[in-house]
């Protein structure tokens, strides 16, 4: 009897275990984890350094880490947690699925980063370097997350409620949610070094773009070939 309860919840964990993995591949995972750490590294050396902010979740990450102390190896996953909570009922399951594993990356990425004081120079005398450098990593490093089939945060979960709600274009949600955020920062961060934080959004969403459908032309181009 123990011995046949035994295999039935051997089967039963290695159908959830099945179930849990579906939809990521090790290159999947390994994909992730690069671009959190590539896009949690430009954040720890160079918008917490020089008072560059982000939109959205990054930026609010970085408003709560300057006014209460608190780590963003912390406060990154809460607000996503929030954000995913609200969304639920509209994403996918593989979409939770995927962006749990790199929420999860950037956060155990930014706690490595912290272990190390910054390894870049200080671009706070060069706020516009500063913000093309901090666009670049962000851009590139959700990139290559959201070419996954995930996100790195919260943003496009919190922008698809908001979305919903109010039946905006999704793009509106998004510089909506920028766009409140940059404002709240400017709590701490003076105008000026607002308005370069604002050339951070508009590289990092470039970037973040032109990564995230790097390719679907040079696919589709057999195809239209065959049809002529």
């Known amino acids: 009897m123990a011995k046949k309860f035994y295999h039935s919840l051997l089967n039963k964990t290695a159908g959830l275990a099945r179930k849990a993995a579906e939809g990521l591949s090790w290159k999947k995972i390994l994909l992730i984890a690069l671009g959190a750490a590539v896009c949690s590294f430009g954040i720890y050396n160079i918008h917490r350094q020089t008072g560059v902010t982000e939109g959205g979740v990054i930026g609010m990450m ?22 995913y909570a609200l969304a639920f009922k509209f994403l996918g399951g593989r979409f939770i699925k995927i962006s749990v594993v790199s929420t999860l990356s950037v956060s155990l990425f930014f706690k490595l980063w912290e272990q190390f004081p910054p390894v870049l120079p200080d671009l706070s005398a060069y706020p516009l370097a500063a913000a093309l450098a901090g666009g670049v990593f962000v851009g590139v490093g959700v990139g290559l997350i959201v070419r996954q089939g995930g996100s790195s945060g919260g943003d496009d979960a919190l922008a698809l409620v908001i979305s919903h709600v109010t039946h905006w274009r999704l793009s509106r949600a998004y510089m909506f949610t920028d766009f409140l955020v940059l404002g709240l920062s400017l709590t701490y961060i003076p105008l000026s070094r607002i308005a370069f934080s604002v050339v951070t959004v508009m590289l990092s969403s470039f970037l973040i773009d032109r990564i995230q ?16």
């Open 213 to 228: 459908s790097a390719g679907t032309h040079r696919k589709a181009s057999p195809e239209k070939e065959g049809e002529a």
């Open 62 to 83: 970085l408003l709560v880490s300057h006014w209460f102390g608190i780590s963003p190896a912390l406060v990154t996953p809460i607000l996503d947690v929030a954000c």
